[in-house]
């Protein structure tokens, strides 16, 4: 059975615990945007558009790495492979760091994007104009 298909038949329990779920906790978000990256780049997938949206606050609370070196690890990456992963940032939420979310996208050739429930769609339509 093809992978997209198996996913059909689970999706109404997927749907159920995905619904159950609440955040807490701190978040990790240069671990996640460093560990999100290396993953594009050590994946290739030849046939697919490389590329990660985030859809953050902006704030880090827990994360081992500085933004920083996740600056420097998202940049080196892409300059000494010669295949680069473009990270696209979304700031959403109040209070929103958008200096920090600027500078990830920028890192990688990539656009950061203030998002609102109003424009997301929008959003998501212009990132994909990029490809």
């Known amino acids: 059975m093809?992978?997209?298909e198996s996913l059909g038949i689970q999706r109404t329990t997927l749907t159920t615990q995905i619904s159950s779920l609440?955040?807490?906790g701190g978040t990790a978000l240069y671990d996640a945007v460093i560990l999100g990256h290396?993953?594009?780049l050590e994946?290739?997938?030849p046939d697919r558009i490389t590329a990660m949206v985030v859809l953050s606050d902006g704030t880090d609370e827990s994360s081992r790495a500085s933004l920083e070196e996740t600056l420097a690890t998202i940049a080196a990456s892409d300059e000494t492979l010669g295949s680069g992963v473009r990270i696209f940032t979304i700031g959403y939420g109040e209070g929103a760091r958008e200096d920090v979310l600027d500078q990830i996208a920028t890192a990688t050739n990539g656009k950061f994007f203030k998002g609102t429930p109003e424009n997301i769609e929008e959003i998501f339509k212009e990132i994909s104009t990029f490809f």
Request: hydrophobic share 35%.
């Open 38 to 40: 290396q993953h594009l």
């Open 2 to 4: 093809a992978r997209d």
């Open 22 to 24: 609440f955040a807490n």
């Open 43 to 45: 994946h290739p997938t």
